[in-house]
């Protein structure tokens, strides 16, 4: 079901958006915020079944009309989701030219249509400035909503024009209960998913329900074994994590939740964790957890300025890469730039 009910956390944004059903006149556009899987897409399904539904109670949807039952199915007419196509990276000026063409008919078979823009960043700068004239003279009955991580990545003029509404990365103990209750994991998993979600239920699901622990295991030991490797071996290492990321790139059928990127996620959580453990911080403050002890015993060889530098490696490794660039040459200087971090001389 798409109810706001089912949406775990987020309960800020849902009282705003009830209190905007509630008035009379609704605005047109909407840009929800926050990083990925934490409700934004769920959360714009469910406003859209909520404001096309029959038989609403207290702001929500029913459930059992024939508005919602097509929403659930996913043939409901009025629900428009725009997102790159499979073999681009950017959200195309052409497909911003259809969803207009759309917008000029009243919606088919509900109250309002609702267009729904994924990762709206990613619109190519011609597809931003034809989807601003849209926001500028919105045709009556169109509910537009924006998912974006950061709103600095959007065109300020779309930003200025749209009812920006926040999503909040949640606790890792409301991840974990939800995981046991609603997905029947076992609870240690659920706690060790929870704690390297940072924060996204949609994250932890879907590390659950593929190999992510595993392969998780494989990353933290190539980087604990990492001061022990010859350079050639460090820079091979290096070429086989960038090659297998390409090859799944080509295939597109990995998961994106055992990549470079998530690699790179886990190992700054690892640098991060020995920060904490060098600098005092209390065990539950530990994202790594059930690594506690390795992680106590590495984090006093290390200086802090070291961790630090660490983790500023795979910072700029992850900027670069979001930027396109040479995913070889970026994981090679990352990973003897750890090295050299963590070879004896760099240690106390």
């Known amino acids: 079901m798409l109810s706001f009910s089912r949406i775990i956390g987020q309960e800020k944004a849902k009282r705003f958006l009830k209190q905007v059903m509630a008035r009379e006149k609704i605005p047109h556009a909407y840009l929800f915020t926050g990083i990925a899987g934490v409700g934004k897409t769920s959360m714009a399904r469910a406003l859209a079944m909520a404001l096309n539904c029959d038989l609403s109670v207290n702001g929500d949807s029913c459930g059992n009309c024939p508005a919602c039952r097509k929403m659930m199915s996913g043939n409901f007419p009025d629900f428009i989701s725009v997102t790159r196509r499979p073999d681009k990276k950017n959200i195309l000026i052409d497909q911003v030219k259809d969803l207009n063409h759309k917008l000029r008919f009243a919606p088919v078979a509900g109250r309002y249509r609702v267009c729904l823009i994924q990762q709206a960043e990613i619109m190519t700068v011609a597809a931003a400035n034809s989807f601003l004239k849209t926001l500028e003279e919105p045709p009556p009955g169109n509910i537009l909503i924006l998912n974006a991580v950061d709103p ?11 009812q920006r509404v926040s999503f909040s990365p949640l606790p890792f103990k409301d991840i974990a209960d939800w995981l ?7 609870k240690e998993t659920a706690e060790v998913l929870a704690r390297v979600s940072d924060g996204s239920p949609g994250r932890a699901l879907n590390m659950c329900e593929g190999n992510f622990l595993e392969k998780r295991q494989e990353w933290l030991l190539s980087l604990v074994n990492l001061p022990g490797l010859s350079k050639e ?6 070429f086989e994590y960038a090659e297998k ?5 080509n295939e597109k059928s990995g998961s994106n939740q055992t990549g470079v990127p998530a690699m790179l996620a886990v190992w700054e959580s690892w640098y991060r964790d020995l920060l904490v ?8 403050l530990l994202i790594n957890a059930d690594f506690s002890q390795k992680l106590k015993k590495i984090a006093e060889k290390f200086i802090i300025k070291r961790l630090i530098d660490s983790v500023l490696a ?6 670069d890469l979001r930027r396109y660039r040479n995913k070889k040459l970026v994981m090679e200087h990352t990973v003897l730039r750890l090295k050299n971090l963590a070879d004896a001389h760099g240690q106390r």
């Open 233 to 238: 071996k460090a820079i091979h290492m290096a």
């Open 180 to 186: 046991v209750k609603e997905r029947n994991v076992d």
């Open 152 to 162: 600095r990545d959007l065109l300020p003029t779309i930003v200025s024009r749209c």
């Open 314 to 319: 795979i910072d700029q490794a992850q900027q």
């Open 277 to 284: 453990v060098r600098a005092g911080g209390s065990a539950h």
């Open 245 to 249: 990321d390409k090859k799944k790139d």
